[in-house]
């Protein structure tokens, strides 16, 4: 019988604050799957921007962040689904009144 993991987010959200927290990891291929909550006034990273050697997927689950690439912003709210291409430098900033909570998903390195 294949294992199957299932994780009950509701008890992750306050171990996915200040940082990203890796749920499911693979190594062939590489993958992770995490919980992301950044808190109202929260700008991840702090200062400049991010990226990834893997593309990344992230689907917001709820609140509203800014989402920073390639000098632009967009706005993406809850049940959207983001899609950052490896090697793209990018931040995401909450500028609303509550938590924002993502799942999101690297696939290849980190």
């Not at 706005?75 to 793209?88: D, F």
Request: cysteine-free; glycine content about 10%.
């Amino acid at each position: 019988m294949t294992h199957v993991d299932v994780v009950d987010l509701s008890e992750k959200w306050p171990d996915s604050a200040g940082t990203p927290l890796p749920l499911v990891r693979l190594e062939d291929p590489r993958l992770e799957t995490g919980s992301y909550l950044i808190e109202p006034g929260e700008r991840v990273p702090e200062t400049g921007t991010t990226r990834h050697d893997g593309d990344e997927l992230s689907v917001v689950l709820s609140g509203t962040v800014v989402l920073g690439v390639d000098g632009a912003t967009s706005t993406v709210g809850p049940e959207t689904l983001i899609h950052i291409p490896a090697g793209v430098d990018h931040f995401s900033e909450n500028r609303g009144n509550e938590p924002v909570r993502l799942l999101y998903t690297i696939l290849g390195e980190l």
